[in-house]
């Protein structure tokens, strides 16, 4: 897939967009909450080590609560209710600014240049071998050891029509990580009058360079240090996914998931199937794959995934733009880890549905292209519905 066509496509999503995804959010849901909007709020949440100050931003709208970092972009806390109305942070964090800064895990972090891994931290483009910063064995992943999740981003907060939210941008330089081309971001998480989480992604470059932007947050929507996520309820519609190698890069080869752990194109619960002997399953300690979205590359978000917690009620449903996700399910959680609830997080305590285009695509010419050239905008969009009944 030519890279004009992927920029087109998923750049038609910025306008339009609440109509197209948002609209009918809750139409099924029994209505639209109505809880009013509020002006986000600011607060220091801590320094780092050369005394860069870092804020919280707060953000409520439509019943859904969210705290966001400007250290890398975090979600920090995503409040939403249950169905008797009682509010809870359904995503894993911490609570101080070093506990970030030391982390490993990209707790609700904004990641780039490129999510994911890139083999052996290389690729080449227009005959030009750039070499990555290496800190996954000797693979690249999530933007390299500094990338986007550690840089504190510049944060605009607004009030409109579209919603409640804040505008985040950060410029990489050229050569930042070993990514050609100075990247200007920007990034938007806005909260809907139906208290829908909606991020729009947006960049610029002036050499051709490769992007691939995603948000990492863990979800538990039985609560953050609630337990396990294994009986949570998961749909997501993809026939396919890219099969790995021990380093977790993909093979090349769109696998089926007919008559495999890894159809989920029924709801089934996440734990179901996460303990059979497949080896991609062995490989992985669980799942940490990408699905091949059925709908492909599309101009506004469609829905793709639905998450469910049967006891408190509470249903996330996601559309995006983008041709894949990454469904990683908490496998390297190993208890070392305590969450503002004051619990540890072990082994399956939270999972991600991190929307992207494909693992290792700079090296992988059949897969859809993360090419960026000047001239050019990456836009790519993806909401989170939540209902609870």
């Not at 052996?120 to 030009?128: E, K, M, N």
Request: glycine share 12%; charged share 20%; proline share 4%.
């Amino acid at each position: 897939m030519e890279t004009s066509r992927r920029t087109v496509l998923a750049g038609a999503a910025a306008a339009g967009l609440t109509a197209a995804v948002t609209g009918t959010s809750y139409a099924a849901e029994g209505g639209a909450r109505t809880a009013p909007s509020s002006k986000p709020v600011r607060e220091l949440f801590g320094r780092l080590a050369d005394g860069t100050k870092v804020y919280r931003w707060s953000l409520a709208n439509g019943g859904t609560r969210l705290k966001v970092l400007s250290y890398g972009g975090v979600v920090q806390s995503l409040e939403i209710p249950d169905r008797h109305g009682r509010h809870t942070n359904v995503s894993l964090g911490y609570d101080s600014i070093e506990e970030y800064v030391a982390g490993t895990t990209f707790f609700g972090a904004l990641i780039g240049r490129y999510g994911n891994r890139v083999a052996r931290g290389r690729f080449t483009l227009d005959g030009t071998t750039h070499q990555l910063s290496v800190n996954d064995g000797e693979n690249s992943l999530h933007g390299g050891a500094k990338g986007f999740n550690t840089r504190v981003w510049d944060v605009e907060p607004f009030t409109d029509a579209t919603g409640v939210g804040l505008v985040l941008r950060h410029v990489s330089v050229d050569g930042e990580m070993g990514y050609p081309g100075t990247l200007r971001v920007k990034v938007t998480y806005t909260l809907t009058a139906r208290g829908d989480w909606r991020i729009d992604y947006a960049a610029t470059t002036d050499k051709a360079t490769v992007v691939n932007l995603t948000n990492h947050t863990y979800f538990n929507l039985a609560g953050e240090g609630s337990g396990d996520i294994y009986g949570h309820e998961l749909t997501l519609a993809a026939r396919q996914f890219t099969p790995t190698d021990a380093g977790l890069i993909p093979t090349g080869e769109l696998a089926k998931v007919a008559g495999t752990p890894f159809d989920f194109r029924r709801a089934k619960t996440v734990g179901r199937d996460i303990r059979a002997a497949h080896p991609q399953l062995v490989t992985a300690k669980g799942y940490d794959h990408n699905w091949v979205l059925d709908k492909g590359i599309t101009r506004a978000p469609e829905h793709f995934a639905t998450l469910r917690d049967a006891d408190s009620g509470r249903t996330m449903k996601v559309a995006t733009t983008e041709p894949g996700v990454q469904f990683y399910s908490g496998n390297f959680l190993d208890g070392a880890l305590t969450g503002p609830s004051g619990r540890t997080y072990r082994q399956g305590d939270g999972l991600c549905l991190e929307t992207q285009h494909f693992p290792d695509s700079p090296n992988q010419p059949s897969f859809p292209s993360t090419v960026l050239r000047p001239g050019e905008t990456y836009r790519s969009s993806t909401v989170h519905v939540f209902s609870a009944r």
